[in-house]
């Protein structure tokens, strides 16, 4: 099995609290990545609480966004219908619990042949998880497709690719 990870593409990383022209502009990869993808398909989305810019990372990001509820906080809407199963909510950058998931599929359920990620952003959120996904499968390929990624900066998203890259992830797709 083949698994198809979307990472954090809500409204508030597109066009809103934190959108950039770069997030806007993948959307359409995204879409289509997920349309023919053959395989199953997980989705995170970044979650906060009221309290956010009393957490070390509102300290460090003083800009509410993603608070659980909110528009900002839910699946762009051309992304949403395609994903079928509930997004996993994530407090921190990486999502531990993603990568418990993919180690049950892998141990429990069918055999992973590689985990391919996409989303937002390629500098925090993407390479974070994507740590956390070769970490708790080390022998199973780990892939980002830089076309339907997009960092806080065109410069930041390079850099994240060239450190995955240093990593043993594999970067496919970069322009």
């Not at 997920?34 to 810019?53: Q, V």
């Not at 619990?97 to 180690?103: A, P």
């Not at 996904?133 to 850099?159: F, N, Y």
């Amino acid at each position: 099995m083949k698994v198809l990870v979307v990472i954090d593409m809500q409204k508030d990383f597109i066009d809103g609290a934190l959108g950039t022209k770069e997030a806007a502009e993948i959307v359409p990869n995204v879409a289509e990545k997920i349309r023919e993808f053959d395989g199953r398909i997980l989705a995170t989305r970044d979650t906060h609480e009221e309290d956010y810019l009393e957490t070390q990372e509102g300290r460090n990001l003083p800009v509410r966004h993603c608070i659980r509820g909110t528009k900002g906080w839910e699946l762009c809407p051309e992304l949403k219908e395609l994903i079928k199963e509930k997004p996993i909510d994530k407090a921190a950058f990486g999502s531990m619990e993603l990568g418990r998931i993919l180690k049950e599929y892998h141990e429990q359920e069918e055999s992973i042949e590689s985990i391919t990620l996409i989303g937002l952003c390629t500098d925090i959120c993407v390479i974070s998880n994507a740590m956390i996904v070769k970490a708790s499968l080390p022998e199973v390929p780990v892939i980002v497709d830089a076309a339907c990624c997009a960092g806080v900066t065109p410069a930041s998203h390079r850099q994240a690719l060239e450190a995955m890259k240093a990593c043993q992830i594999v970067i496919v797709n970069e322009s």
